[in-house]
């Protein structure tokens, strides 16, 4: 319990970086590397393509990027949306605590013309991983966050920094040792970045030799 404590008492400390209106997909597990491709919609947030690049760093640190566009609806101009972000594997399921629990914390900009949002999500993804038969498995996760967002320039609204919250529900169908097909959902999220609400799918690709 004491180790449990401190390690949350870090969460503000960590330095996952959801950049506009998308779900994380991060699990509640590290890996070693991924690439992971995703395709989202976030209501007036306009849809989203993103490539995720995620790095072990050791067996309890995890290290990654996201990099892609959006494209709001309406008149508004594409987005570019960038971010980085860690994770530390906080515990591992046993049969006294049956969760995954991975910390998670970034830093995340999306921007057009001058008018640019920063955020800092710091957060916990927590779910469990059930096998199934050969290499497949399924997880089920739920990650909250808060998030302190900055907006420079917002043609609507203050542009000053805010605390939003946001919450992810999502699983990952482990198909093979190398791919596993992904959906979440995300809620709530920024003011600043029209819709809070948001959809997306991911196909994640773990290059062979590196699944234990």
């Not at 892609?68 to 860690?86: F, Q, T, W, Y």
């Not at 529900?169 to 819709?195: C, K």
């Amino acid at each position: 319990m004491k180790r449990l404590f401190f390690s949350l008492c870090l969460i503000p400390a960590l330095a996952y970086g959801q950049s506009y209106t998308y779900p994380s997909f991060q699990l509640p597990t590290l890996v070693e590397r991924e690439y992971n491709f995703v395709a989202a919609d976030g209501g007036r947030a306009g849809a989203t393509l993103l490539f995720q690049w995620r790095e072990a760093v050791s067996p309890l640190w995890q290290v990654g990027v996201d990099a892609g566009l959006a494209d709001p609806d309406g008149n508004a101009s594409s987005r570019l949306v960038l971010g980085g972000h860690v994770a530390r594997q906080l515990t591992r399921a046993t049969a006294d605590f049956p969760f995954d629990v991975a910390l998670t914390g970034g830093l995340g900009f999306s921007g057009v013309d001058g008018h640019n949002v920063w955020r800092i999500p710091l957060g916990a993804s927590v779910g469990h991983r059930f096998a199934l038969d050969g290499a497949m498995s399924v997880t089920p996760f739920v990650h909250p966050r808060l998030s302190i967002d900055r907006c420079n320039d917002c043609r609507a609204g203050d542009s000053g920094g805010k605390l939003n919250v946001a919450i992810d529900l999502g699983g990952s169908l482990q198909v093979t040792d190398q791919v596993a097909l992904r959906i979440a959902a995300t809620a709530a999220g920024s003011d600043y970045l029209g819709s809070g609400n948001g959809l997306g799918l991911s196909v994640a690709w773990t290059p062979k030799g590196l699944r234990k």
